[in-house]
T-cell receptor, first 114, second 112 residues
Framework: DGGITQSPKYLFRKEGQNVTLSCEQN?????MYWYRQDPGQGLRLIYY???????QKGDIAEGYSVSREKKESFPLTVTSAQKNPTAFYLC?????????????FGDGTRLSIL | QQQVKQSPQSLIVQKGGISIINCAYE??????FPWYQQFPGKGPALLIA?????SEKKEGRFTISFNKSAKQFSLHIMDSQPGDSATYFC???????????FGKGTKLTVNP
């Protein structure tokens, strides 16, 4: 089955620690996205990538970093500079620049502070 | 300019009733308006979407109504069922699905 796999499902971060969230897709989509979801806040875009080895900042990129070395993979690192990392993180992918194509989401990673 | 305002924040409906969720936008360049459904602990899933060249789109019990002049669109769920209980997000995009702007969501509860 084609889809998006996020791992781990739950993640705990210690003070001063960087953590990396995994996102893999087998939909052959060009574009991938990372969103942060907080209660009552909707989905806010952290980073997105249109093509391998290229990515763009979203609305709340501070304290986060990404890489796109392979079409299928778009890992997100939550750095120690992100002072309020507790949230539900969602990865998505889509066909790029084709009108009417939806974003497909993974089932998220819930990050908490220890 | 980039915001999508969604209301209400929460909604309680009896089984068999109609659920209505509204969204408004400012950016007239938006040309793609999807609705997503999210169950607890899961990622959002596309429910239905509309382009501005039509005023209404229906898929089963779900209908999007679109008012281009008022810059508003709404989701109607007919014959609401307890299984429809979820959080619903409207979104708006430009030139395809790149950089969707999401509303803050509506938590729908359908009582049996």
């Amino acid at each position: 089955d084609g889809g998006i796999t996020q791992s781990p499902k739950y993640l705990f971060r210690k003070e001063g620690q960087n953590v990396t969230l995994s996102c893999e897709q087998n939909l052959n989509h060009d574009a991938m996205y990372w969103y942060r979801q907080d209660p009552g806040q909707g989905l806010r875009l952290i980073y997105y990538s249109q093509i391998v080895n290229d990515f763009q900042k979203g609305d709340i990129a501070e304290g986060y970093s990404v890489s796109r070395e392979k079409k299928e993979s778009f890992p997100l690192t939550v750095t120690s500079a992100q002072k309020n990392p507790t949230a539900f993180y969602l990865c998505a992918s889509s066909i790029w620049r084709e009108v009417g194509q939806p974003q497909h989401f993974g089932d998220g990673t819930r990050l908490s502070i220890l | 300019q980039q915001q999508v305002k969604q209301s209400p924040q929460s909604l309680i409906v009896q089984k068999g009733g109609i659920s209505i969720i509204n969204c408004a936008y400012e950016n007239t360049a938006f040309d793609y308006f999807p609705w997503y459904q999210q169950f607890p602990g899961k990622g959002p899933a596309l429910l239905i979407a509309i382009r501005p060249d039509v005023s209404e789109k229906k898929e089963g019990r779900f209908t999007i109504s679109f008012n281009k002049s008022a810059k508003q669109f709404s989701l109607h769920i007919m014959d609401s069922q307890p299984g429809d209980s979820a959080t619903y997000f409207c979104a708006a995009g430009q030139g395809g699905s790149e950089k969707l702007v999401f509303g803050k969501g509506t938590k729908l509860t359908v009582n049996p």
